[in-house]
């Protein structure tokens, strides 16, 4: 086995993250907007997360948009309470990844390398709404990539033809 064999199979992984940033944030208070009182409240909190990648034009550069989506409604009305919605991006530079591994790297180690500086602005921007802090649990990136690539399986196999 010659040199180059030895040194393109054992070449190390490098990641950088270049620069991360808020693409875009909507906070809606509704309730005080509708001038419901506090006491008459019992929140339910439900957290939307979407993922995405994009390969840049530079060599190795990819962007990583995090999207998420929370939902905080009265338990026992169902009406809305507020509504926090997220778009936060990572770019980050990429290289020694094997191309069949780097899907799944760019939508679990990226979002997880960017996730305390989202679950940060998602208490700041609570807070800031005139709600009690909200602390995301820990969201399970590889789950969620595993569960998304059963779903579009499932989409491609009902739309093949029998």
Known sequence: MSDNGAEAE?????MQI???????ISFENV???KGIQGDQVTPDIQVQVSLDARRRPVDNQFEVISKYRV???NQDSGEMLFLLELEYSGIFH???IPDDQLHPFLLIECPRLLFPYVR???GDMTTDGGFPQLNLDMIDFMALY????ERQQAV???ARPS
């Open 94 to 96: 990429v290289e020694g």
């Open 31 to 33: 309730l005080a907007q």
């Open 156 to 158: 491609e196999g009902a």
């Open 18 to 24: 270049l620069a991360q940033f808020i693409r875009d």
């Open 120 to 122: 940060r602005i998602v």
């Open 71 to 73: 939902e905080s409604k």
């Open 10 to 14: 054992g070449q190390q992984v490098q």
């Open 146 to 149: 595993r569960q998304e690539m």
